[in-house]
Nanobody, 114 residues
Framework: VQLVESGGGLVQPGGSLRLSCEGS????????MMWFRQSPGKEREWVAS????????DYEDSVKGRFTISRDNNKNTLFLQMDNLKPEDTAVYSC????????WGPGTQVTVSS
């Protein structure tokens, strides 16, 4: 199983970014996928989840209404659209799947600063 994130960067408060996570080595369309994030000095926290068929998505309270999780099972890719970004969203964002065990991608840095 391999997960590779992309799309991070530096953005001003109020700006937007779209993260991607490409999965390989497993049947992507079968599994619930998640995004997590970790800020310096803090524990990793769950951000959003999406079911295998995109029938249902859940969000951490602080990102509700600003972030949208989605997936393209034909391209084995998970997305996180992040709008109205705030400085407190600064973190390394990683995608996650649990198949036979937990798998994490290496993460992509998102920095929100003026």
């Amino acid at each position: 199983v391999q997960l590779v994130e992309s799309g991070g960067g530096l953005v001003q408060p109020g700006g937007s970014l779209r993260l991607s996570c490409e999965g390989s080595g497993f049947t992507f369309s079968n599994w619930l996928m998640m995004w997590f994030r970790q800020s310096p000095g803090k524990e990793r926290e769950w951000v959003a989840s999406i079911t295998s068929t995109s029938s249902h998505a859940d969000y951490e309270d602080s990102v509700k209404g600003r972030f949208t999780i989605s997936r393209d099972n034909n391209k084995n890719t998970l997305f996180l659209q992040m709008d109205n970004l705030k400085p407190e969203d600064t973190a390394v964002y990683s995608c996650y799947v649990f198949t036979d065990r937990a798998y994490w991608g290496p993460g992509t840095q998102v920095t929100v600063s003026s």
